[in-house]
């Protein structure tokens, strides 16, 4: 009986498992000066290890679409711990063996980044197959466990290296992995429900037809896109706008941040009954907007990192919001509208910091420009759930 299963252990598994990501996507640049000096990396190298973590994600979302289904959840969402966990390990093992350490950490990036692209795969399908209410404020409060995850990597690396020296960087890269270790075991013995039944899904073809899906994908590529850009820059720009150290910019720009983020996700779970999810993230899309060009408009520095930080209340439901709304309206999508809608996010995770980059290049190093141009992302989702709002009324 349904009511007999343990999901409770269902949903700590997930939530460990966006913790599991978030150490992924977030410990190793904090070793990058690290790399540098140990193994005579060069910086052009370094700059390539998002980049191999980000591609090698996205591809991980593209096939997952095809495959993910015809395995199964939990083969899947096993491997992607277990994946997550020899990743991890062999970050500190391999450049010590290889003749060529840059190589030894590239193959432990694509391995842990596999991981990391089947947990944003799979973990919100699994908890929408469950049998939960409010399943708008469930997405939401999943969501933010990535937050908190990553203010932890941020925080107890930062405490790691302050007591014991960054150069035992290895011992603390072994108990991170314990997470994704002890929660192999988790999503082996949880239920794990099919979000539907075989042979009730869309199918891809079909999927792709569907108007709605393509308004979806682009909610979620101005999603990642918003979330993305002030994750990745505003560390720097807290350095070069307030003339703080790393760690003080690190702790006031990423941290701050993604408490934001996480506190707004944490805040939809507890009221998303009460509130209409459109309309919420109408606002957010305009005070989002608002926020990158406080942060790039602002001549005082202080009120710059005002909108880095407060653009975390903003960007805080965009994401696990978009997966709702998908969810309700396409109800039969199945798990590889999940996948798409990964890789949407994804997609504007990787193309919004990277042309914030270029941009501010061209501006001779001014990331304020960069800014203020990543503007676009989200007001292109307000345009969208502006379309979504008039469609909703003619259905009416």
Same mark, same amino acid.
């Given at each position: 009986?349904?009511?007999?299963?343990?999901?409770?252990?269902?949903?700590?598994?997930?939530?460990?498992?966006?913790?599991?990501?978030?150490?992924?996507?977030?410990?190793?640049?904090?070793?990058?000066?690290?790399?540098?000096?140990?193994?005579?990396?060069?910086?052009?190298?370094?700059?390539?290890?998002?980049?191999?973590? #980000?591609?090698?994600?996205?591809?991980?979302?593209?096939?997952?679409?095809? #495959?993910?289904?015809?395995?199964? #959840?939990?083969?899947?969402?096993?491997?992607?711990?277990?994946?997550?966990?020899?990743?991890?390990?062999?970050?500190?093992?391999?450049?010590?063996?290889?003749?060529?350490? +840059?190589?030894?950490?590239?193959?432990?990036?694509?391995? #842990?980044?596999?991981?990391?692209?089947?947990?944003?795969?799979?973990?919100?399908?699994?908890?929408?197959?469950?049998?939960?209410?409010?399943?708008?404020?469930?997405?939401?409060?999943?969501?933010?466990?990535?937050?908190?995850?990553?203010?932890?990597?941020?925080?107890?690396?930062?405490?790691?290296?302050?007591?014991?020296?960054?150069?035992?960087?290895?011992?603390?890269?072994?108990?991170?992995?314990?997470?994704?270790?002890?929660?192999?075991?988790?999503?082996?013995?949880?239920?794990?429900?099919?979000?539907?039944?075989?042979?009730?899904?869309?199918?891809?073809?079909?999927?792709?037809?569907?108007?709605?899906?393509?308004?979806?994908?682009?909610?979620?590529?101005?999603?990642?896109?918003?979330?993305?850009?002030?994750?990745?820059?505003?560390?720097? +720009?807290?350095?070069?706008?307030?003339?703080?150290?790393?760690?003080?910019?690190?702790?006031?720009?990423?941290?701050?941040?993604?408490?934001?983020?996480?506190?707004?996700?944490?805040?939809?779970?507890?009221?998303?009954?009460?509130?209409?999810?459109?309309?919420?993230?109408?606002?957010?899309?305009?005070?989002?907007?608002?926020?990158?060009?406080?942060?790039?408009?602002?001549?005082?520095?202080?009120?710059?990192?005002?909108?880095?930080?407060?653009?975390?209340?903003?960007?805080?439901?965009?994401?696990?919001?978009?997966?709702?709304?998908?969810?309700?309206?396409?109800?039969?999508?199945?798990?590889?509208?999940?996948?798409?809608?990964?890789?949407?996010?994804?997609?504007?995770?990787?193309?919004?910091?990277?042309?914030?980059?270029?941009?501010?290049?061209?501006?001779?190093?001014?990331?304020?420009?960069?800014?203020?141009?990543?503007?676009?992302?989200?007001?292109?989702?307000?345009?969208?759930?502006?379309?979504?709002?008039?469609?909703?009324?003619?259905?009416?």
């Amino acid at each position: 009986m349904t009511e007999q299963k343990n999901y409770k252990k269902t949903l700590t598994a997930c939530y460990l498992g966006f913790v599991t990501q978030a150490i992924s996507a977030n410990f190793s640049p904090l070793l990058f000066l690290t790399f540098m000096s140990t193994y005579g990396i060069t910086l052009e190298n370094i700059a390539m290890i998002p980049m191999v973590f #980000y591609f090698t994600q996205l591809l991980t979302d593209l096939v997952a679409t095809k #495959y993910a289904d015809k395995l199964g #959840y939990r083969i899947c969402v096993v491997a992607s711990q277990v994946l997550s966990f020899v990743g991890l390990i062999l970050l500190a093992i391999l450049p010590e063996v290889f003749p060529t350490p +840059f190589l030894g950490i590239l193959i432990a990036v694509v391995l #842990y980044a596999v991981g990391s692209g089947l947990i944003e795969v799979l973990v919100s399908p699994i908890v929408e197959a469950c049998p939960f209410e409010n399943k708008n404020g469930m997405m939401s409060l999943l969501h933010s466990f990535y937050c908190w995850g990553a203010m932890g990597v941020v925080l107890g690396s930062t405490i790691f290296f302050a007591v014991f020296g960054v150069d035992n960087w290895k011992i603390l890269t072994f108990i991170w992995a314990l997470v994704p270790l002890y929660n192999t075991f988790n999503f082996i013995s949880c239920p794990i429900e099919r979000l539907i039944e075989d042979g009730a899904s869309m199918g891809i073809g079909k999927l792709l037809k569907t108007p709605i899906f393509w308004l979806m994908i682009l909610l979620m590529v101005c999603s990642g896109g918003s979330e993305a850009t002030m994750t990745q820059w505003t560390s720097a +720009f807290t350095e070069s706008a307030i003339g703080v150290s790393k760690t003080v910019g690190d702790l006031a720009g990423p941290c701050l941040f993604a408490m934001f983020m996480g506190v707004a996700r944490v805040l939809h779970g507890m009221f998303s009954e009460k509130l209409d999810l459109t309309k919420v993230m109408l606002v957010c899309g305009i005070v989002c907007a608002g926020c990158y060009l406080l942060a790039s408009l602002s001549a005082i520095a202080i009120l710059g990192l005002a909108g880095c930080a407060l653009c975390g209340l903003a960007v805080g439901i965009m994401w696990p919001g978009s997966i709702s709304i998908s969810a309700q309206k396409c109800p039969r999508g199945g798990t590889a509208m999940f996948a798409f809608l990964a890789l949407a996010g994804d997609l504007g995770a990787t193309v919004s910091p990277t042309m914030v980059g270029s941009i501010s290049d061209l501006a001779g190093g001014n990331l304020k420009t960069g800014l203020l141009v990543a503007t676009v992302f989200p007001i292109l989702l307000v345009v969208g759930l502006l379309i979504l709002n008039r469609a909703n009324r003619k259905t009416l």
